[in-house]
Structure formats: C-alpha cells, structure tokens
C-alpha cells in the first residue's frame, strides 16, 4: 500500500487519536517500510536521501541502549518521516513543524543516531530553514566526518543559497563552501559522478577552467562515452574558443553514444568553426533523435541560415512556431528569412506577429525598419526608428541597457539617413550617438568620417578622421578609413604605407590586402593591385574571403581590358556560388558594355537581379544590356527606376540621357547628362576618369549647337 494514500492527506499526524491509534510496533514497521523505499530510491522528495551503507549496524542507526527510549524515539522518527511525507507533497508548513517536531523529540532520545540527525538536518533544509540545516549538518560531521549524505545535503544547500543571493560576496562564500565539501565527497568517493560534475561547474564559475577540466579528464578517462560529462567538457572547450577540440571529442562520442545533446554542441562547435555545412548535418541528427525538441530545429535554422539556405531555414522557424506559437523570436525569424528571399509582403506580415507578441522589443523594431526599407518605405523606417528612439527617451530609469538600445538605434536611424544622401541629418544623429559614452563615441566618429565620405565632403572627412584619431590612436578601423580617404584624395603611396603599418603576417592580414588592392585599383596601378589580391588570397581561410579575391582580381583585370582572364575570374566564383550578385552584376555588364553575347549578358544581371530586385546598380547594368539591344522602352523604364534608386551616380545618369537622345528626347537627355556632368565634378579625385568626362563635355556641346540649328527648337527627334 502505498503511504501517501494509506492515511488521510489533509491531517497532520501529532499524537494517536481515537481515529488513528499508532502503536509502537506500527510505527516500527512504519519505518522499516520507508526504509525499504528509500533502498529502493522511492523518496517522495526530489532531492532524493541517500540511504545508510550496507554495513551500518541497527545499532548505529539508533544507538539508545534502554530498550523503552529506543522504542519511543523509533515511534518519533517515525511519525515524523510521515508528517515530512506529507509536507514534499502538500508543502504545508504545519506538517513541517510537525516533522521538526518529532524528528527534534527523537534526537534527544537518542542524539547519537546517525539516520535521525540526517533526517532532522534534511527537514530543516526541506522547509528552508538554511541556518538550522547548516548547525545540524556539521554537529553530524564534527561526530562523522564520513557522512557522505550529509556533504551532500551541505552541498545542496549551498547551492541553493548561490542560485537566490544576488550578493556577489555571499555567492562566492557559497561557492567555496560548496566546493570544499565536493572536494571531501570526491575524495571520499571517487566514483561519484555527478557530484564530481557539479564541482567541475563551480570551479569553471569561480573561473578557474584548469581545475574544471583536470576533473573532467579524470571523469572522461574512466567512462569516455559518459554524456554528461562530456556535454560540460565541451561547453568548456567552446567557452574558451578551442572549437576544434570540442568537435573532435564530440564526435568521438556521439560516435560511441548518440545524444541530441550533444549533436547539439557539435553543431556549435561547427559553427564557431564556420563550417557551417557539417554545423547543419550535427543538427539534423539531433532532430532526427528528437524531432519536437525546439533548440534543434533552432540550431538547424541558424546553420541554413549561414549557408544562405534561407527558404529551408524559413521551413525550421515554421517549424518552431507551430511547437511554440507564442514565441516572437519565431515570427522574428521568419520575417528576416522572408527578407533575404525577397519575400517582403510575407515579412512584414510576420514581423507584426512579431510585434504583437513583443511589443517595443528592439530586435523587431529594428527588422521592421529594415523590411520598411527593402520595401523603399524609407519614411516609413524612419518613422519607426525614431519613434522607439522617443520611447526610450520617455523612459525616466537610466538602465545600462537604454543606452545600449539607444545606440543600436541611433546608429540604424543615422545610415539610414545616409543612404538617402540626407547628410546633416546622418550627422546630427551620430552626434546624438556620441553623447551616450565612450564606445558609442568611438562609433559615432567613424560613422561621421563615412557620412562625410558618401557625400563627396572629402575635406571634412579628412579633418574628421585625424580628430578621431587623436582620440583613439591604436583604432584599427580608423586608420584604415584614414588610409582609405587619403587614397580618394590620389596619393597610393600614402595611403599604402599606411596601410603596410597594420599587416601582422598573420591571418588577419586578409582584409588590409584587400585594402590595398583596392588602393592600388582605384589609382589604375593595376599591377600592383594584382599582386595586393594575390597576397589576400594566400591568407583567405573561408570561401567568401576567396570569391572576394577573385571578384576583385577580374575587376582589375577587366579595368585592364583583359576580359578573357576577367571572364575567367568569374567564372570561378559562380562555380563555387552562383548567386554571387556582385559577380553577375559585373560580368554581365562587361559583356553589354563591350555590345557582346548581350542575351547572355542580360541573364547574367537577371540572376543578380532575382537576388536583390532593389539594387540601383543592378538596374543600370540590366537598362544598359536592353539600351544595346535596341530594345529602348525596356531599357528607358529600367533606367528610370535605377536613376530613382541611385539619382547621383554619374554612370546612371549618362546611360539614361543615352536613352532619351535614341528615343529622340532631346532635352530630358540634356538634363541627366548636366546632372551627370555634375556629379563627376563632386567624384572624388581618385575616381575621376577625365577621359568619360571629355567625352560627356563633347556630347553636351554637339547636341546643344544641333539643338540651337533645329528648326523649331527643342526636343525633335535628332540622329545620335
């Protein structure tokens, strides 16, 4: 019969009644049945009382040599196992007192009984009166420092007293205490796992990892297919960004043992690897071991995700959605995924969801304006910005994370502002995000030295980038700017000299050859900026550092007029990813503005286009591949809406008065060419191309003497 439904659950048990008799010899057998369950592990509690070793003698489990208080005490004990039976399952605070009550009677009848003070120490920690617990527990140790079960209720205790003290003083005392009696329990029983695993953790936050993994090494030497120790091996591992290690010596267990688990952190491992395609593979196996667990299907997603695999990542946050509907961070998810694909009307569908579940969370307002902006809404992701910038100001509380969500914000509002050539704006809100602290000033001045760069304000830039450098000499992106701005203004040598300072011959130097291939490059010394992306490619550890090399190398060599080996260089990223947009943008128009393989030519940028539909660029380069087929509507109204896009580029704005002068309308073409003429006066000196602008001049001033011979004047049909 089980106990908890033998006696009535509501009464707390004191003394026998008329109803209830308890004689000794019941309570005896009482006892010995909770004895039997506790062997068995059938504690009504969840931290479950270890039971007496085999050896323990009757005798010492309750010492008292006259027979009469031994009897009672037995009764005690008992009647108090019961009332604590009923408080685990009710947690009413009378069957504690109760419990107190009797196992406190029974100590003083036999307080030499080991089993009794383990349970009285047990039940004050059970009904959370710590102190007490703590003086009970060590009286029994000052007597036994063998107890184990004792230890481990110290241990148990201070663990709880670490998890619901904010005091950092008084968790630290905790945490040693914990850990000196882990240290006994592990000598005392080496084969104790989880407490060995426990101590592990408390070394790792005390941050002492050394400590955690020499245990974790013993642990793993004498059972390797051990999951939870393994499991804590390698977060140790990946905390400390030894990602090799921990892929490796997971996959020897998984190997062994199979455990979502620990597929999971296989995953992680590959992914701060950035192998992402077998971060993904770890992830479906765990998914196929627990298809309804959702932290799989979310590690899943985020590897799709990195391989740009978006619509299968789209399917795994649907799929998380439909286990968990009340998630924002699903609809979050989805909406950024619905992005990528171009999907915009499903994004902004989900990022209401989104919204209706988080209201003024800053990752949704910040997905909402950038799907406000894919859709050209720019207004409309402006208007959100700022009003969350509104709402985190009316916050009177000067939480730390205000000013972080307000730099978050500020710094989105402001290259928004950028992007729309709406410079004073940009500036003042970098200012507004300089005012926040120090690190948010350090950002704010290179946003201001980019601000001042996008609007052609090279001067400005200039003066700006050497104050913020006397502020932050050491700044790695700065003097990068630094170098960068001076390579605008035509001085190569400068500008990679500087940048030759930073190199470390290290991996990291990837990103400054690249720099200065761009140097070299854009002051036509095209030999040098070869050799600047050769440098970058031995030094390229990831397939997206050596598309990049490639795809600035066939740039080169197209500039250079070497299009076969330009073409080659292409060819070569498409082969490893053939939705490079930047790629089939830039071959297609090598082989429209040459006038061959135009249908080609035209597929080419249809591709970059299907990858991002908005791209003013990409436009052009489509407007221009129609312009040389004769195909003039086509390309007149993709002109248009790339001129819309990108008003101020000199390219667009020539390629579009071409347009007009074949369709025969002569002063719109007039217009974009002095528009066109106007911004190659703003270009930067290094991206001037004297000879496109003499040619531009000449055929400003033929059309305008033809115009003013014409009878009847303006806009009639005039020959190219």
Do not use: C
Request: aromatic share 6%; charged share 30%; hydrophobic share 40%.
């Amino acid at each position: 019969m089980n106990l908890l439904t033998a006696a009535e659950p509501h009464r707390i048990i004191k003394n026998p009644t008329s109803t209830m008799r308890v004689s000794l010899r019941y309570a005896a057998i009482v006892f010995a049945g909770l004895m039997a369950a506790a062997v068995a592990g059938g504690r009504a509690s969840a931290q479950a009382k270890a039971t007496p070793p085999a050896d323990v003698s009757a005798e010492q489990k309750f010492s008292q040599p006259d027979p009469s208080k031994r009897s009672e005490a037995l009764y005690d004990f008992a009647m108090g196992h019961l009332n604590e039976v009923y408080f685990v399952n009710t947690n009413e605070s009378s069957y504690a007192n109760a419990a107190l009550d009797f196992y406190k009677k029974a100590y003083a009848l036999d307080p030499n009984s080991q089993v009794i003070g383990e349970h009285l120490a047990e039940m004050y920690y059970e009904a959370h009166r710590t102190h007490d617990a703590v003086i009970e527990a060590q009286g029994i140790l000052q007597k036994d420092p063998g107890n184990l079960p004792v230890r481990k209720l110290l241990v148990r205790i201070y663990l709880r007293t670490l998890g619901n003290i904010t005091e950092s003083s008084v968790q630290q005392d905790s945490a040693v205490r914990a850990i000196e009696q882990l240290e006994q329990i592990r000598r005392l029983d080496p084969q104790d796992t989880e407490s060995s695993l426990w101590l592990s953790r408390l070394y790792r936050l005390r941050g002492d990892s050394n400590k955690a993994e020499s245990i974790l090494k013993d642990l793993l030497e004498r059972n390797p297919s051990d999951a939870s120790v393994a499991e804590q091996e390698a977060q140790l591992m990946l905390d400390q960004s030894r990602a090799q290690e921990a892929a490796t010596m997971l996959q020897g267990v998984v190997s062994r043992t199979p455990s979502a688990r620990l597929l999971d952190l296989l995953g992680e491992a590959h992914e701060q690897l950035r192998d992402f395609s077998n971060s993904e593979k770890a992830y479906r196996e765990a998914v196929d071991l627990e298809p309804e667990e959702p932290a799989h299907h979310r590690g899943l997603a985020q590897a799709l995700a990195a391989q740009e695999k978006f619509a299968e990542a789209l399917e795994q946050y649907q799929r998380l959605a439909a286990l968990d509907p009340d998630d924002p961070d699903n609809y979050l998810q989805m909406a950024e995924m619905d992005r990528q694909l171009h999907r915009l009307d499903d994004a902004e569908k989900n990022i209401v969801q989104a919204k209706q579940r988080a209201p003024g969370n800053l990752e949704v307002v910040y997905s909402e304006a950038m799907i406000y902006e894919a859709q050209g809404r720019y207004d409309d992701a402006v208007k959100v910005l700022s009003s969350a910038v509104t709402n985190i100001k009316a916050d009177t509380s000067a939480a730390p994370s205000h000013r972080r969500s307000l730099a978050v914000l500020y710094e989105q509002l402001g290259r928004l502002y950028r992007e729309t050539e709406k410079y004073p704006a940009a500036l003042n809100t970098f200012a507004e995000l300089a005012a926040l602290g120090d690190e948010e000033a350090r950002r704010a001045d290179l946003q201001i030295v980019d601000t001042y760069r996008a609007g052609h304000d090279l001067p400005h830039a200039l003066e700006a980038a050497q104050k913020a450098l006397k502020k932050y000499p050491q700044d790695r992106d700065l003097r990068v700017t630094q170098a960068l701005l001076i390579s605008d203004k035509g001085d190569p040598d400068q500008a990679a000299s500087l940048l030759r300072a930073l190199l470390t011959h290290t991996a990291e130097d990837f990103e400054i050859d690249l720099d200065l291939g761009q140097v070299y490059q854009q002051n036509r010394r095209y030999a040098e900026a070869e050799a600047a992306m050769a440098q970058a490619g031995q030094v390229a550890t990831r397939d997206s550092d050596r598309e990049m090399v490639w795809f600035m190398l066939g740039a080169t060599l197209e500039r250079e007029k070497k299009y076969d080996q330009a073409e080659e260089e292409f060819k070569r990223v498409l082969a490893v990813n053939p939705k490079n947009a930047p790629v089939l943008n830039y071959y297609g128009y090598m082989l429209a503005d040459r006038g061959v393989r135009l249908s080609e030519a035209t597929d080419l940028v249809k591709r970059a286009l299907a990858e991002d539909p908005d791209n003013g660029s990409y436009l052009d380069s489509l407007g221009w591949a129609y312009y040389k087929q004769d195909k003039l509507a086509e390309a007149e109204d993709t002109l248009r809406q790339a001129a819309e896009k990108v008003h101020n580029d000199a390219t667009v704005l020539e390629h579009l008065g071409d347009v007009y002068m074949k369709r025969g309308k002569s002063v719109q073409a007039l217009a974009q060419w002095d528009h066109a003429l106007a911004e190659w006066h703003r270009a930067v000196p290094a991206d001037v191309e004297p000879e496109r602008i003499a040619a531009l001049e000449a055929k400003l001033s033929a059309v305008r003497q033809r115009i003013a011979q014409k009878p009847g004047g303006k806009d009639q049909p005039l020959e190219n």
